[in-house]
C-alpha cells in the first residue's frame, strides 16, 4: 500500500540512475539518517530513556557503527567480488596501527646510508585516512594471489596475511613506539581545532565516515568498477571473454575493500578502544566480519549494516535480557544459553534464508510493491 | 494457534512481573560490579577467584548486614577474559545502584589497559590487586588505578630475589640464563622491562620467550628452552598455559624445580592437570596462600552452612578462592573508610578512591578481619598505590602448596625509577598533571 510506486515516473536519464529509484526508499532513508545525526545526539544529550546512561552509545551504536564500516569493506571483496577474504582483521590492525604510527611520528633510521626518514605526528584525520591508503597497499600486494589462485585456496592465503601481521605488530616493537606491554595508546582526537571526547561526539564522528564511505561504496558498486567485480564474481572466465581485465577488476576489489577495513580499524583503535593490543583484530575478528556479510548478505551494503548489528548487539541482548529480567541464572549459565541460541538462530536462519537478511528485506520489499496481490 | 498465543502471553506476563519486582532494591545500597570468567580457556583460574569475591560480599551482608549497614549489592558480568568484552561490561554496569559502581576489579591486565582512561573520567577506581599496569602504582599520575600489594615488577624483583638465594647470593648471578615464559598479552609483557634491569644490574643472561594465547600450544617454546638450558624458566601464564608448561617442561626433562611461576601461575588448577609431573614447581605467593584462616569459619557458618555458597564447601581454601576473599576485602574495607569520611551511606566511586587512598590495615585490623597470616600490614598513599610489596614462595610437593621461603620484600630502590620514568612517559602522552602528593591528604 504505502509501497507502492504508481505515479512515480523517471522523465529523465538521471532519475533513472539514481541510487535510490524509488521514493519511499528515499524518504525511509532521510527519516533513518535524520534519527541517527539529530534525534539519536538529542536524546543523548538531553539523557532521555534509552539513553540515560552512556551504556547504549559506548558499548553498542559506536561499536556497531565501526564494524558495519569494516563489514562494508568485507563485502565488497566478498560479495561483490566473489574473493574469500579472511584477513579482514589483519586490514583493519593494518590500519589502525599506521594510523598510530603517523599520528605520532614515524622514525626509520637507516644508518646504512647515514639519514634517517622522518615524518612528523599527523593530524588524526590524516592520519586514519593514511592508515585506510597503508591497508589498501598491502590488501593489494595480498591481492596478486588471488589472480592465480581461487576460493578456499584464496581464503587460505589472506589467512596468511592474518598471521603475518598479527605477529608483526606483536613481535616488531617499532610499530608499538616500543611500549614496554605492547598496548599502545591512541592520540588526542583532535579534528581542526575540535577536541572528540564525550561518547555523543565520538558517535558523530564515526556516524559520518560511515555515511560518507557507505555512500561511495554503493555508487561504486552500481558504477562500472562494481559492474566488473560482479562479472568476475559470478564467472572470471566470461567476464574474461567479454574484455574485463582481472588483474585491475580484482586488485581494485582488494584496495577498495582494504582501504575501507583499514579506515575502520583505525576508527575501532582511536575512537573506540582508546588504547589497545593485538589480540583486538585477530583471526576471531576476520571470522567476525566474514560472518557478517554472510548473514547480512553476500552483495548488499544495507545487508553489511544488518549482519553487523545482528552478531553483534543479538549476544549482548541475549545476555542482557535475563539479567534484566531478574531471572535467577547464573552468569554461567546465561552465557552458554547465549551461544546455545545465538547458534541456533544462525543455524535457523541460513535454513529459511541462505541469502541473508538482505535477501529477506528485499523479497519482503517485492511483495510490499505488489500489494495487495503478491506472489 | 490460540494456545501458542496464550502461552506466549502468559510467559510475557511471567516475564513483565519478574522485571518489575526485580530493581525494587532499598536505596540504602553500595553497588559493586564483578567482571568475572567462568567460561574459556581462563575459566579454570576464573571461577575460584570470582566465587571468593561473591563468597566475600555475601559474608559482608549476611554477617555485619553491609558495611556499616548499607548492604552490598552486586551483579557479575561475563567476560571471558577478552578485552572487548570486559569494557562492554564495565560500560553496562559503571553506573547501576544508587551511586554507580564503587569500584571494577577486571582482574585482566588487557582489560586493565583497556579501561584506565574510562576510569577516569569516569571517576570509579580501578583496584587490579597483584595484576594490572605496573607503573600505575604512581598514584600522582594514575589517580584511580590501584595496583594492590604487588605489580609485575615487583614479581619480576621477587622471582630473581629468589633465585639469587637458592643460588647462594645475588653475585652468583652473574653469567646465568634465566627465560622468561610469558603468555603474549599485557599481563605477560608487563614484567619485561623490570627483567632487562634486573638483568643488566646483576649480569644474568635474560632471554623473554613468548607464548600465544591461550597457551596450549608450546612446543617450539620447550624446545627453545632444551636447546638453550637455562638455569631458571621464569614462567608468566594463566589458565591452561599453567599447566601445559609443566607437562611440557616434563616432556624435555627440565626440572621443575628451576620453575618459578608468578602468583597467577600458583594456584591447584595449574598444577593439578599435570599430576606428578608438577611435584616441585614452584611459584611465588602475592602474601597469602592455600589454606584455611579465621575468616574462613565465618564464611562456612554464615554462608555454606545456609547453602548459599557459590562453589562446593571443599574447595574454600584454594589460592584463587583466598585470593578473591582477599580482593573483596581490601574494598570494603577501602569503601568502610571512606564512610569515615564521607557518612554511612551509599558512596560514589570518587569517594571510594578517597577511601582507598587512605587505606592502612595493620596487622591487628588484619587479624580482627580473620586474615591474619595471609597478610602483611597494607598502606596505601597517593604516591603508594600498590601499598605493599611482600612476597613468599611456595612449592608444589604432588598434593598441596607448601610455602618454602621467608617473606621477601621488592627492591623499591629499582623499581622506583623505572615507574617513574614509565608513568612520566604516560602522563606526557596523554597530557595529565601530575598531582602533588604532598599536598594530597
Known sequence: ????????????????????????????????????????????????????????????????????????????????????????????????????????????????????????????????????????CAGILFGIPSLRIKGLYLAVATLAAQFFFDWAFLRLPWFTNYAPSGSVNAPELDFFGMIVRTPVERYLLCLLFVTVMAVLAKNLVRGNLGRQWMAIRDMDIAAELIGIRPLYAKLTAFAVSSFIIGVAGALWAFVYLGSWEPLAFSIDRSLELLFMVIIGGLGSIMGSFIGAAFILIMPIMLNVIPTELGLPLSTQTITHLQFIIFGSLICYLLIKEPHGFARLISIGKEKLRLWPFPY | MASIARNVLMLAA???????????????????????????????????????????????????????????????????????????????????????????????????????????????????????RADSKNGAVFAYNFPLLGTYWSAADLAIQ??????????????????????????????????????????????????????????????????????????????????????????????RDKMIGVWWSGAEP?????????????????????????????????????????????????????????????????????QEKFGKKPLTGEQVRWGLENLILTDARIKELGFEGMLKPVSISCSDHEGARYGRVQQWNGKAWKVISDWSTADESLIEPLVADVSAKYAAEKKIKPRDCAKET
Not at chain 1, 532521510?30 to 541517527?36: E, F, N, R
Not at chain 2, 599485557?186 to 632487562?196: A, F, R
Request: proline share 6%; aromatic share 10%.
Open chain 1, 1 to 136: 500500500m504505502l509501497y507502492r510506486e504508481a505515479g512515480q515516473f523517471k522523465a529523465t536519464y538521471a532519475e533513472d540512475m539514481a541510487i535510490f529509484p524509488i521514493r519511499q526508499d528515499r524518504i525511509a532513508l532521510a527519516v533513518l539518517l535524520g534519527i541517527a545525526f539529530i534525534g539519536v545526539p538529542l536524546l543523548a544529550s538531553f539523557r532521555i530513556w534509552p539513553f540515560r546512561t552512556d551504556y547504549l552509545l559506548w558499548a553498542i551504536l559506536l561499536p556497531f557503527l565501526i564494524l558495519a564500516l569494516a563489514a562494508v569493506g568485507t563485502n565488497i571483496l566478498v560479495g561483490y567480488c566473489g574473493q574469500i577474504s579472511l584477513g579482514s582483521g589483519a586490514f583493519m590492525a593494518i590500519g589502525a596501527y599506521s594510523a598510530y604510527k603517523l599520528a605520532t611520528g614515524v622514525h626509520i633510521p637507516l644508518a646504512w646510508l647515514g639519514f634517517a626518514i622522518a615524518i612528523p605526528p599527523l593530524p588524526v584525520l590524516a592520519s586514519i585516512l593514511l592508515g585506510g591508503l597503508m591497508a589498501a
Open chain 2, 14 to 132: 511471567a516475564l513483565a512481573a519478574a522485571a518489575l519486582s526485580a530493581p525494587a532494591a532499598a536505596q540504602n545500597e553500595q553497588f559493586i560490579p564483578i567482571l568475572s570468567y567462568r567460561t574459556g580457556p581462563y575459566a579454570v583460574n576464573g571461577a575460584p577467584y570470582a566465587n571468593g569475591v561473591v563468597d566475600y560480599y555475601n559474608l559482608i551482608n549476611e554477617r555485619d548486614g553491609g558495611i556499616n549497614g548499607v548492604k552490598i549489592l552486586t551483579e557479575e558480568c561475563e567476560t571471558g577474559y577478552a578485552t572487548d568484552k570486559g569494557v562492554e561490561c564495565y560500560e553496562r554496569l559503571k553506573s547501576k545502584g544508587p551511586t554507580g559502581a564503587a569500584f571494577i576489579n577486571p582482574l585482566s591486565t588487557g582489560i586493565t589497559f583497556a579501561l584506565t582512561e574510562k576510569t577516569a573520567t569516569d571517576k570509579i577506581p580501578i583496584i587490579t590487586m597483584g595484576y594490572g
Open chain 2, 162 to 255: 629468589q633465585i639469587a638465594k637458592e643460588l647462594g647470593g645475588f653475585d652468583k648471578l652473574k653469567g646465568r640464563k634465566i627465560s622468561l615464559l610469558y603468555h603474549d598479552s599485557p599481563y605477560g609483557k608487563e614484567p619485561i622491562p623490570m627483567l632487562q634491569v634486573l638483568a643488566q644490574k646483576y649480569g644474568f643472561e635474560f632471554t623473554p620467550i613468548p607464548v600465544t594465547h591461550p597457551g596450549v600450544e608450546q612446543k617450539s617454546q620447550w624446545l627453545a628452552i632444551r636447546q638453550n638450558r637455562p638455569d631458571y624458566v621464569l614462567v608468566w601464564g594463566w589458565g591452561v598455559m599453567n599447566s601445559t608448561a609443566i607437562k611440557e617442561a616434563a616432556a624435555v626433562a627440565y626440572p
Open chain 2, 270 to 338: 595449574d598444577v593439578t592437570p599435570a599430576g606428578d609431573q608438577a611435584t616441585g614447581y614452584k611459584a611465588l605467593m602475592l602474601q597469602h596462600g592455600a589454606g584455611k584462616f579465621p575468616v574462613h569459619a565465618d564464611i562456612e557458618k554464615y554462608i555454606y552452612a545456609k547453602g548459599k555458597g557459590s562453589t562446593e564447601p571443599g574447595k574454600i581454601d584454594e589460592v584463587l578462592y583466598n585470593r578473591g576473599m582477599v580482593n573483596a576485602m581490601l574494598g570494603v574495607e577501602a569503601i568502610r573508610k571512606a
